[in-house]
C-alpha cells in the first residue's frame, strides 16, 4: 500500500509506524486514520513482525485532529463530522468491545508501542491510551485538549484513562485539560519517560529485546488474556488461563522455552 499521511518500515522483527504531517505536528486526518489501520492490519498479519512501534515526524507525535476538521466541525454543528470508524460495531459478544475507533489495537496480538517524541495532544493522546506501552521523550508535554475546545472525553477515554491513572488523576487530566510535562506523566504511571537523545532508537531496541527473549506466542495469549480480564471476573479469567495453559504444553514455543534454558543459549522462538 502507498501512504501519503504514514510510513512503514520494518526492521529485525519491529514495524515503526510514523505519522507523517510534520508540518501540522501531525496533526489526524481521515486519510491518517484509514493508514494507520491498515498498516497495523498488515503488521499484524506479517510474520516477519513481532512489535509494533508507533512515532511521529519531525517535533510531534500528535497535535490532536486537524483544526480545519475541528473548525468546520464547529461551523456545521457538528454535521458531517462522524466517520465510520466511529460507529456502533455489528460483532456482539467481549469482541464487541474491541471494535471501537481505537479499541482494536487491543486485539492486535503483537505489542503495540507507543513512542512519544514530541507534543500529543485530543485524539492522539486517545489513540496512545490503547496502545500497550508508552514511552515518552524527556521534556515533552501532552493534554487530552477536550475541556478547552466545548468537548467530551472522546473514543473510550473515560473508560480506559481512569484504569491506567486512578479515577481522580483521571478527572483532573480530562476536566482541566491541562499541559502535563513528561515527568509528572510518568509519575502518573501514564508514560516511561525516556531520554530524548536517541528516543526512537532507544524504544525500538526495547522493543526487539522484548520479542527476542520472550515467546511470541506466549505474547499474543497473554495480552488476549489481560484485555479480555478486563471484562471478565476471576471466575471466568482463571478458567481461560488453565484452557491457555495446557494448549501452551502443545506449542513449539514451550518446548524451545525450555530448550534453549537448558543448554543455556539465547531463544529461536517460532511463534508457534
Known sequence: ?????ITVAVEAHVCTITLNRPERLNAWTQRMENEFRAAIEEAA???AVRAIVVTGAGRGFCAGADMDILEAGAASGGEGTADAS???PRVQGIERNYAWRFSYLLRVPKPVIA????PIAGIGLCMVLFCDFRYMAEGQKLTT???RRGLIAEHGTSWMLPRLVGVTNALD???S???VVTSEAAALGLVKAVPAEGFLASVQQTARELVHF???RSIGVIKRQVYDGLFQDLDGAWERADEEMHASFKSEDFKEGVAHFLEKRAPAFSGR
Open 177 to 179: 485539560a491541562r499541559t
Open 145 to 147: 485538549a477536550f475541556a
Open 115 to 118: 513512542a512519544i517524541n514530541g
Open 45 to 47: 498479519a506479517d510474520d
Open 214 to 216: 520472550a515467546s511470541p
Open 1 to 5: 500500500m502507498i501512504y501519503q499521511d
Open 173 to 175: 487530566l480530562l476536566m
Open 86 to 88: 466511529s460507529l456502533k
